[in-house]
């Protein structure tokens, strides 16, 4: 009779981009290309040193910045002044929303920012930040500020630095105001620390368009998913069923290159690109609720059974093999947001970025070796 073994059976929970090891058919991190590429920098929330973000990405224009009280920065005249304070619950107050404008001045992110309830920019002074200005200019340093990351991904919270005296944002109580803005820290203490969300009530993403041309396939690699053993030491041939059982993850991104999205669920239809040798197609159709930028990882069971003769004194290994591609497409897209103001507005982006990892070509092995010493 002979005997079976099992080896390499692959196990689960995985994340599929983190992990370059195949087993689930897992795939190797997968780094977007993008121009201007400087050395990232970490941050540290506890010491106060300073992230800057890898070709940081553009802030969504409308949003809404939370505070570490929990309150949102609030437009409110404040003895006299138009101040900055951290004091609204309601993401639907009308002087919470902002508008933000983008640029990149000195390799940093720095934006100009908007009050839409009072219709003013930002500005520095001395310390204080009011809402006070017209000038649309970037002339003015008090009315810039650099958009500095703590963190990564949903965990992320973010920093303002003020270009005209290069100190932090945060929230201070001080000389009769509460809880209002000012720039007067060197770091990313608690105090500063924001969370930025976007003044979005629905978003619905549609006509997606792979720009296939522009595809890349990032590697292709043979991966063995499972092997099993039989092991005759008998004199006589034996038959026997292997069972041989494995898990396949197949994982997909969809993200936006030049523009960040801050956690929006989505409601979100598009093909999705596959690596089938050698090329790229479009194999599926994907229609749910999205978060841009979160990994969506399909993971499938299968099990099958492989009959073996066994000759005597002999070990029969059988393998089941996949090839693991993965993929980078630059695609089009149009996006429609309601915002918290009731507004509805379309926008066309064509900086969406697809990451994908699948497996294909799929085949059994069959090799076989005499016992060591017969």
Not at 108 to 131: A, E, L, M, T, Y
Not at 211 to 235: C, F, P, Q, Y
Request: hydrophobic share 30%.
């Amino acid at each position: 009779m002979a005997r079976l073994v099992s080896s390499g059976i692959i196990g689960k929970g995985h994340n599929i981009f983190d992990d370059g090891g195949f087993g689930e058919v897992h795939a190797d991190p997968i780094k977007v290309e993008r121009p201007h590429k400087r050395p990232p920098q970490k941050q540290n929330a506890e010491n106060g040193t300073t992230t800057k973000v890898d070709e940081p990405k553009e802030l969504p224009k409308h949003v809404c910045f939370k505070g570490d009280n929990g309150l949102y920065l609030s437009a409110r005249m404040v003895e006299g002044y138009p101040y900055l304070q951290f004091a609204s619950d309601d993401i639907g107050d009308p002087s919470v929303r902002f508008t933000t404008y983008n640029y990149m001045i000195d390799g940093k992110r720095v934006i100009r920012v908007k009050s839409d309830h009072f219709g003013k920019f930002w500005r520095r002074s001395p310390n204080w930040i009011w809402c006070d200005t017209d000038d649309t200019s970037t002339d003015n340093r008090d009315t810039l500020f650099e958009v500095v990351r703590v963190g990564d991904d949903a965990d992320a919270v973010y920093g303002l630095r003020n270009l005209g005296n290069n100190h932090i944002c945060h929230r201070l109580t001080y000389e009769g105001k509460e809880s209002c803005l000012n720039a007067s820290i060197p770091s990313v203490r608690k105090e500063a620390q924001l969370k930025i969300e976007e003044a979005v009530l629905l978003r619905k993403i549609y006509g997606v368009d792979y720009h296939l041309k522009d595809a890349k396939i990032l590697n292709n690699k043979v991966r063995t998913l499972v092997t099993r053993e039989a092991v005759n030491a008998g004199s006589m041939p034996s038959k026997n069923t292997l069972t041989l059982k494995y898990v396949v993850s197949n994982g997909k991104i969809w993200d936006a290159s030049r523009s960040l999205r801050l956690g929006i669920k989505s409601s979100f239809q598009a093909g999705v690109p596959e690596v089938v040798t050698g090329s790229i197609t479009l194999e599926s159709e994907f229609d749910t609720s999205y978060i841009w930028g979160e990994n969506t990882v399909n993971t499938e069971e299968f099990s099958t059974d492989y009959e073996v003769i066994v000759p005597p004194h002999t070990v029969i290994t059988v393998r089941i093999l996949a090839t693991q591609g993965t993929c980078q497409v630059p695609f089009s897209y149009t996006q429609e947001d309601i915002l918290t103001t009731g507004e509805k507005k379309v926008t066309k982006y064509d900086d969406g970025i697809f990451r994908g990892v699948n497996s294909f070509g799929f085949k059994s092995e069959v090799t076989e070796r005499k016992i060591n010493g017969e």
